[in-house]
């Protein structure tokens, strides 16, 4: 028998009759956290998933909290169907259509009376010596001091929409018929970028060219839209018209 001693730095030549086979561990299942790039169960959905929020984090914020003064409750978004994310959850309620085209109804008169009453003092129309006849209103319509007015009025509902949507988040129609303007990501006050190009939108093409057909197209955007009812005006701008009563 060799007496041999292993090198030194080398551990001793294990008995091979006292080694035992490597099988399975005996000590239970692992409790190993999820394979690398998926999130914990209660984390929520993955970024980018279907079901995933379409305006990242609740609320566009740090830790998915609404800002100060957001119309939106503190509550994180709700769960839908099929594990999915309720885009409507933690909102205050939409505004219903008829309550909003009351309000964009008393906003038109709000400035359309003051208006009309000035503009038949200074020579707007001419309906002194009028007899109705469409081709008179048309050459009236053709004329350089109608589209004077025109851009007259353009400058005053557009102007009237911005600065109090910027300000308020309501116009007067809306704050006595408790509604409300708010940015869709985080529910805060539209800035005046928004709230200008909001404007721009519903009152350009009405007040040029349109007025009847492009409040038509508005009204079928706004009803047939879904989740928000955002018209074509609240989609440019990323805005959502939700009610403001406590």
Not at 2 to 16: A, I, L, R, W
Not at 51 to 61: L, V
Not at 187 to 209: E, F, I, K, M, N
Request: proline share 14%; with cysteine; hydrophobic share 35%.
């Amino acid at each position: 028998m060799s007496h041999d001693q292993p090198p030194p730095g080398e551990p001793p030549e294990e008995d091979p009759f006292l080694k035992k086979p490597q099988g399975p561990s005996s000590e239970g299942p692992s409790h190993e956290g999820p394979p690398p790039g998926e999130p914990p169960p209660s984390q929520g959905p993955p970024p980018g998933s279907p079901y995933d929020s379409p305006y990242g984090a609740p609320y566009g914020g740090a830790g998915g909290q609404p800002p100060p003064g957001s119309p939106y409750g503190s509550d994180a978004y709700g769960q839908g169907p099929y594990g999915g994310t309720d885009p409507l959850a933690g909102m205050p309620p939409l505004a219903p259509f008829g309550t909003r085209f009351l309000a964009r109804v008393i906003d038109a008169l709000i400035i359309f009376i003051p208006l009309g009453i000035v503009s038949l003092f200074v020579g707007g129309w001419n309906t002194a010596n009028s007899t109705g006849a469409w081709d008179e209103v048309t050459d009236q319509v053709n004329t350089g001091t109608q589209w004077i007015w025109s851009v007259i009025s353009i400058v005053l509902f557009v102007s009237y929409d911005t600065l109090l949507n910027r300000r308020h988040g309501q116009t007067l129609g809306k704050r006595w018929l408790k509604l409300r303007v708010a940015m869709l990501n985080d529910g805060a006050v539209p800035d005046t970028g928004s709230a200008l190009l909001r404007a721009v939108v519903l009152w350009v093409p009405a007040l040029l060219c349109c007025l009847c057909i492009w409040w038509a197209i508005i009204i079928v955007s706004i009803v047939a839209s879904r989740p928000y009812r955002q018209g074509l005006h609240d989609k440019a701008a990323r805005t959502v018209v939700v009610s403001a009563a406590q």
